[in-house]
């Protein structure tokens, strides 16, 4: 099993930034896939940024491109979410999750097997 874990959240200023982390444990040598999704009160669940590990490909949402960076420590099997010029509409829990395998549709939550409990951003105007 992978257990995953956010961390880095809090409640900012919008235009303020925040840099999110998702750290692995258990059996992580096998991560392949990994990614950041949000989910606002009353929205579904939205896709990010997502690495795959295998062949070093970064795969941004266009609505987030510019904005939000996704980068990785593979040494302590971490993935990192930079959020700069935070607005309110940024407010959310975010996730990060993984998947033993080379996914594809990197950007479909179903792709994923393992998700971590959230961290909540909130972003005042």
């Known amino acids: 099993q992978v257990q995953l874990a956010e961390s880095g959240g809090g409640s900012v200023q919008a235009g303020g930034s925040l840099r999110l982390s998702c750290a692995a444990s258990g059996r992580t040598f096998s991560i392949l896939s990994m990614g950041w999704f949000r989910q606002a009160p009353g929205k579904e669940r939205e896709f990010l940024a997502a690495?795959?590990?295998?062949?070093?490909?970064?795969y941004y949402a266009d609505s987030v491109k510019g904005r939000f960076f996704i980068s990785r420590d593979n040494a302590k099997t971490t993935v990192y979410l930079q959020i700069n010029s935070l607005k309110p509409e940024d407010t959310a829990v975010y996730y990060c999750?993984?998947?033993?395998?080379?996914?594809?549709?990197?950007?479909?939550?179903?792709?994923?097997?393992?998700w971590g409990q959230g961290t909540q951003v909130t972003v005042s105007s």
């Open positions: 999750a993984a998947h033993p395998t080379p996914v594809v549709r990197l950007g479909v939550a179903s792709s994923y097997a393992y």
């Open positions: 690495i795959r590990w295998s062949d070093d490909y970064i």
